[in-house]
């Protein structure tokens, strides 16, 4: 028996689990994969555990291996405990060119805390510096709880910041 049976996935993720299947062949369950990671990580304030990925793997019917290399190679998926509200950084060149690089340190100072590290309060967890958000014509730009924000200037970051809950 796998560690699966000690984590039921919820009725709710199971709805959105199912309604991603209907935009897949039946015999490809698999491509729901992403969006089956992301909703329970969802359920479970920001991070997978082995038995939620096991029991995605048994939902999906795809071997538990095939789901731990998935959710170790995408940056969207946390493995460990993090902060509530996860930030990340665009350092590529249009974002570097526009202030990328100070606006990292900014948040760093303001938080207290380095890339990969989460606040004491468990708040905010400052998640990396992205290879490129795509959003080259309004840099610097940030990604928060998977929502972007543009133009970024020190005020606008705290306004952004001070906002969440």
């Known amino acids: 028996m796998t560690e699966a049976t000690t984590y039921q996935i919820s009725a709710h993720a199971r709805e959105e689990i199912d309604h991603w299947l209907t935009k897949y062949p039946a015999d490809q369950r ?17 991070y997978l555990t082995t038995a939620m990925l096991d029991a995605v793997a048994a939902y999906l019917g795809m071997p538990q291996i095939a789901v ?23 350092t590529n060149i249009s974002c570097l060119l526009c202030g990328a690089e100070e606006i990292v340190d900014y948040i760093q100072k303001k938080l207290g805390i380095k890339i990969g ?6 708040r905010f967890y400052l998640k990396q510096e992205e290879e490129c958000l795509a959003a080259c014509c309004a840099a610097p730009m940030m990604m928060v709880d998977h929502i972007y924000y ?6 606008k970051i705290d306004k952004i910041l001070d906002q969440l809950d």
Do not use: W
């Not at 698999?30 to 920001?46: C, D, K, M």
């Not at 590290?117 to 468990?122: F, L, N």
């Not at 543009?150 to 005020?155: D, G, I, Q, V």
């Open 30 to 46: 698999q491509s729901a994969i992403l969006a089956a990671l992301r909703e329970v990580q969802h359920e479970n304030n920001g």
């Open 68 to 90: 731990y290399e998935i959710a170790s190679f995408y940056s969207m998926f946390e493995t460990k405990p993090v902060g509530h509200h996860s930030i990340s950084i665009c």
């Open 150 to 155: 543009e133009n970024l200037t020190r005020e």
């Open 117 to 122: 590290e989460s606040t004491r309060d468990g």
